[in-house]
């Protein structure tokens, strides 16, 4: 709250109070609080029959957050037979909410690039009923300032496609593609509890790899010597 002194035609003083202006940046990110099971439901609702490019992701969403942009990514990255491609394009927003950008962006060539609706749609049916489930315990709550919140997002969906890169075997992309979809879900909503969890599960996930890494070479460099 904040006082406004005004004075009448008596000389008589008066004071006003008036309610303390919102933070700037969470009134800036106003479009990106809705529920990310309804963002999703009306793209599905006006999906392609048959592609869609990040052009017209793009400008479905308007100015809705990184947030959707990477969990919509990262329900593709889960499908075997494309997960490379879309893996490829999570480090785009990646990268961007790491340097602080205000929306994401993707070169022409690769924003008009076409991907098949059909394996979008079957993931969005498959994850919206147990989100909008889950959505009724989650709630803004652990803020922190939305640059920081931004950029630790960014850092861990980074790591988190490395993994999802990198890893040799089928189906396994399934694992940093989830924890992906909760660091979407929890920034989307402003959940720290919810993200502070993701973060949790994205260290996890990053240490038992680097150890699993560290196995392998250390098995190679005892059979070698």
Not at 23 to 36: K, V
Not at 60 to 76: C, K
Not at 105 to 110: A, K, L
Not at 165 to 190: M, N
Request: charged share 15%; hydrophobic share 55%; glycine share 6%.
């Amino acid at each position: 709250m904040f006082s406004v002194r005004s004075f009448t035609d008596s000389g008589s003083q008066v004071t006003t109070s008036l309610p303390a202006a919102a933070n700037p940046d969470r009134s800036a990110n106003t479009d990106s609080r809705r529920l990310a099971s309804e963002v999703l439901q009306d793209l599905l609702r006006d999906l392609p029959p048959d592609h869609f490019t990040l052009a017209w992701l793009l400008g479905r969403l308007h100015r809705s957050s990184f947030g959707i942009i990477v969990l919509i990514l990262a329900l593709i990255a889960m499908v075997p037979g494309i997960s490379y491609v879309a893996g490829l394009l999570l480090l785009a927003p990646a990268i961007e909410m790491i340097a602080g950008r205000s929306a994401p962006t993707f070169p022409r060539r690769i924003a008009s690039r076409q991907l098949p609706s059909r394996h979008l749609a079957a993931m969005v049916r498959r994850v919206v009923p147990g989100l909008t489930y889950v959505e009724r315990v989650i709630r803004p709550r652990w803020q922190l300032p939305l640059g920081a919140t931004k950029r630790l997002v960014g850092v861990a969906v980074l790591l988190l496609t490395a993994l999802l890169l990198l890893t040799p075997l089928p189906l396994i992309q399934v694992v940093p593609g989830l924890v992906i979809v909760l660091l979407s879900v929890a920034y989307v909503e402003d959940d720290g509890l919810l993200l502070s969890l993701g973060l949790l599960a994205t260290l996890t996930l990053v240490g038992a790899s680097a150890t699993a890494v560290w196995g392998m070479i250390s098995a190679a460099t005892a059979i070698a010597g």
